[in-house]
């Protein structure tokens, strides 16, 4: 069988397969390929294996052909080197019946080997060796390595070799040792770089710069006729250099830049730049390469801002670099190098630079367009950094058409009141930004005296309109973000995950509006009670990438504490709670953020800590007063501070938050639902429980999105019932609205174990109860009475033989892992 790692037509495979079963077998065979594709590996295998059967080899290049023996098998290697007295030396013996395997490469072609080729071309067309699959390459690694290495080693040998065979066998050693190829490791392809023909070596130069470049560029850069281009291009995608799209390889470019005379590349590659604006080709690629090459100079300005425009959609980081490097070298970029700064994450650089542009002197019509670009670039970093009020100053002070619709927007969540003026002849023509910040100004002032389907409808549209656009644009906020906000507090889930879905695929808003979806979507799985998938997404969202900022950190800060809330992990709440509270004290209150200003007042009702957000959610209720308390927005911050209420048992407070919901009741099906349920916790907390009540309760909740709400009102309700199959019914109800199966008939019931051993209901109470949680908080935790948890405890302390609490928790902690520290069950 042949070496798994070479890379074989099936064709070839069999014929090999069939040799190693009958070497004296028929065996005429052409191979073609660029260099390192493995024919010489090839033919070395099948001397070995004739060798190794007795069979006689003739080597073309070394032995004597006159009187070669007729069952010798005639191995041609390189052929296209071979000089015409040998080729023709060679041609009588490929005329009969004799076995031979010739390779060689496309480019050069002499006529003796043209000759040979079209006598074997009658009996079988020439097999074409191609580039490994990945799959080939991890087969090769192994083989190489000894051992079967991490798949991120094959992947990386794979991407930097192209799949070329002897490229990812010369450099899979320098990875197995680093994650980069080093200057050493390059040092393997000088041998064939200083063979080739030193047009061949410019071509090659130019393309590391340049990528596959036309034929037309080639011959002015080179000076040289087109039909000689061909016969160059010909050449050099025969070295094995060049990948099938004729770019090189991304090992051999890195090589090719290295091993190049530094002066040379400079010259060579500032006049391609050059050459490329001049005819008004992209010159992205070759100012890229001039910029990882530290090559500037005034010359290179405009190819450095040609390059930026290129890059500003697609690599906004990229075009950050490549308008710094065009302003180091005398270019004015003016707002476009803010622009680019901010959609790349770097905010801080951005707003630095958006604000010396709107202090700058300066007359005429650029240097305010400039002005009026750099504050709409500064009002949308301080969009991000949760200061709406001074972002909407510098929407109004910029005075475009979509800079007005986004300062209506800012003022409108704040408190204020700001009309959209109509289109204006001089604002020219609309785009899809204009039309869609119009669209999410308008959307925020219908959520506040309009209706939440109208509003929701027009954000959705919004973000329609605005979705072709991609990552080009830079949002204060995303219309997607918008419509997920306002569907949260209306209890559309679904719409608010299509839209957020969308969004993502788009790539709306650039890596400033990523996190922002991703966060969003979390709130979607914790309302729903998908705490795993929630947790997902906040780690996704808060991991990496450009610094989180405050507005996003509010979010991710509030989610993190929301989820141990909801899992019952009380060491992580007290650990998240002190860069939470700063949080949100740090984060101006606008309508955009009741939903983690709520969520972090119960977090702080169940710490002890209530009164520490008392100023903040005195400023948001201030802020509904002003704006009319519009319900759709007022009655989510009431059902967040009746829940904290709740969690304090304040009777009283409660019902003055049940009060304000039910003067929503009318407004919106979500807010009925809301107001309803507010009747059952109020009763609740009075002892005076209705079960029917609370189920239909708790199941409208569900059906508008609150699943876990909905089991925790369920859950409270069975643990404060004196009636035993009320409690039962109130608790399958609360593990059904959970997701989970309803529990055993009876509360006290466990499945025995042997003495010593824990059941699987004992062994979650052990968990919480090392957490530090109350029988009532497990209760909470697990759907079950304060009481059972009880007669749990004290089934485990005659388990485990403990005469005391302190006895039993010392021998938990022995054989029990903290549920801080596990993943906690759905």
């Known amino acids: 069988m042949t070496p798994s790692w070479l890379v074989l037509d099936e064709q070839v495979a069999r014929i090999c397969d069939d040799l190693a079963a009958v070497p004296a077998g028929p065996l005429r065979l052409s191979l073609q390929a660029p260099g390192g594709y493995g024919k010489t590996a090839l033919l070395s295998y099948l001397a070995g294996l004739l060798r190794e059967h007795d069979v006689p080899v003739i080597d073309a290049w070394t032995d004597p052909l006159d009187g070669a023996d007729d069952d010798a098998v005639l191995l041609i290697d390189d052929a296209h080197l071979l000089d015409e007295g040998r080729l023709a030396a060679l041609h009588p013996l490929t005329t009969g019946r004799r076995r031979l395997v010739l390779a060689y490469r496309p480019w050069p072609r002499p006529a003796g080997l043209t000759s040979l080729l079209t006598i074997l071309r009658r009996e079988r067309p020439p097999v074409l060796l191609g580039p490994f699959t990945p799959e080939q390459t991890a087969r090769a690694v192994h083989a190489w390595t000894g051992g079967a290495p991490g798949d991120d080693l094959a992947d990386r040998v794979h991407r930097l070799s192209g799949g070329v065979p002897g490229i990812a066998h010369r450099i899979t050693a320098a990875l197995a040792a680093g994650p980069e190829l080093t200057d050493t490791s390059l040092l393997q392809f000088r041998a064939d770089l200083d063979h080739l023909d030193p047009d061949v070596r410019r071509l090659l130069l130019a393309t590391a710069a340049g990528g596959a470049l036309p034929i037309g560029v080639l011959a002015d850069l080179l000076g040289r006729d087109p039909a000689r281009i061909d016969e160059l291009l010909e050449a050099a995608r025969a070295t094995g250099l060049f990948a099938l799209d004729d770019t090189l390889v991304p090992a051999a470019r890195q090589a090719v830049t290295a091993l190049g005379p530094v002066a040379h590349r400079a010259d060579l590659w500032q006049r391609l730049a050059a050459l490329q604006l001049a005819r008004g080709d992209g010159t992205l690629t070759v100012a890229r390469s001039l910029l990882d090459a530290g090559i500037g100079g005034s010359g290179l300005a405009s190819a450095f801002q040609a390059g930026a425009e290129e890059a500003l959609i697609a690599a906004p980081q990229v075009a950050a670099r490549l308008f710094a490097a065009a302003a ?184 400033l509006m990523a996190r922002r979806h991703r966060l969003l979507a979390g709130w979607i799985r914790m309302f729903r009670g998908d705490t795993a998938a929630a947790h997902d997404l906040l780690a996704t969202a808060t991991t990496g990438g450009a610094p989180i900022q405050l507005r996003d950190g509010l979010f991710a800060a509030a989610l993190q504490i929301g989820l141990a809330r909801r899992t019952g992990d009380l060491p992580e709440m007290h650990r998240g709670w002190a860069n939470a509270r700063e949080t949100v004290l740090r984060h101006p209150v606008d309508l955009l953020t009741l939903l983690p200003l709520g969520e972090l007042a119960v977090a702080g009702a169940r710490l002890g800590e209530r009164a520490a957000l008392d100023v903040p959610v005195r400023q948001a209720l201030d802020l509904l007063d002003r704006l009319g308390r519009p319900p759709l927005w007022h009655a989510t911050l009431h059902w967040y501070l009746l829940q904290a209420a709740v969690v304090g048992e304040d009777a009283g407070t409660a019902a003055v938050h049940a009060d304000a919901l039910a003067a929503d009741a009318d407004a919106t099906a979500h807010t009925a639902v809301l107001a309803a349920a507010a009747t059952s916790w109020c009763r609740l907390l ?118 005391n609490r302190a006895e039993l928790l010392a021998r938990l902690r022995a054989t029990t892992t903290p549920v801080a520290f596990r993943k906690a069950p759905e």
């Open 328 to 511: 180091a070298s005398g270019a004015p970029t003016g707002a476009r190098h803010a622009l680019a700064t901010a959609l790349g994450g770097d905010l801080d650089t951005a707003l630095r630079l958006a604000d010396r542009l709107v202090g700058a002197p300066g007359t005429g019509p650029v240097a305010e367009n400039d002005r009026a670009a750099g504050a709409a670039v500064a009002a949308a970093v301080l969009a991000h950094r949760g200061q709406l009020a001074h972002s909407a100053e510098r929407y109004r002070w910029s005075r475009t058409p979509t800079s007005r619709s986004f300062a209506a927007l800012a003022t409108q969540v704040t408190g204020g009141s700001f009309a959209v003026e109509g289109p204006d002849a001089a604002d020219g023509p609309p785009t899809l930004l204009t039309n869609a910040a119009a669209m999410m100004a308008d959307g925020i002032r219908e959520s506040i005296g309009g209706t939440p389907a109208a509003a929701l409808a027009t954000l959705v549209q919004a973000a329609a309109l605005l979705e072709p656009a991609g990552p080009a644009v830079l949002l204060p906020d995303s219309p997607a973000a918008l419509a997920a906000l306002v569907a949260l507090h209306d209890g559309e889930l679904d719409a608010a995950d299509a839209v957020l879905d969308r969004a993502v695929t788009a790539g709306m808003g650039s890596v």
């Open 686 to 803: 009075t002892g005076d429980i209705d079960p029917d009540q609370v189920v239909a309760h708790a199941r409208d909740l569900a059906r508008t999105g609150l699943a876990w709400d909905a089991a925790r009102l369920a859950g409270q309700a069975a643990a404060r019932t004196a009636d035993r199959r009320a409690m039962v019914t109130l608790l399958d109800t609360a593990r059904l609205l959970q997701g989970r199966q309803p529990g055993p008939r009876t509360e006290n019931a466990s499945e025995p174990t042997p003495t010593g051993q824990l059941s699987a209901r004992e062994q979650e109470v052990a968990e919480l109860l090392l957490a530090g949680l109350t029988y009532k908080e497990i209760g909470d935790r697990l759907f079950i009475t304060p009481k059972t948890v009880e007669h749990h405890v004290a089934r485990m302390r005659a388990r485990l033989g403990a005469p």
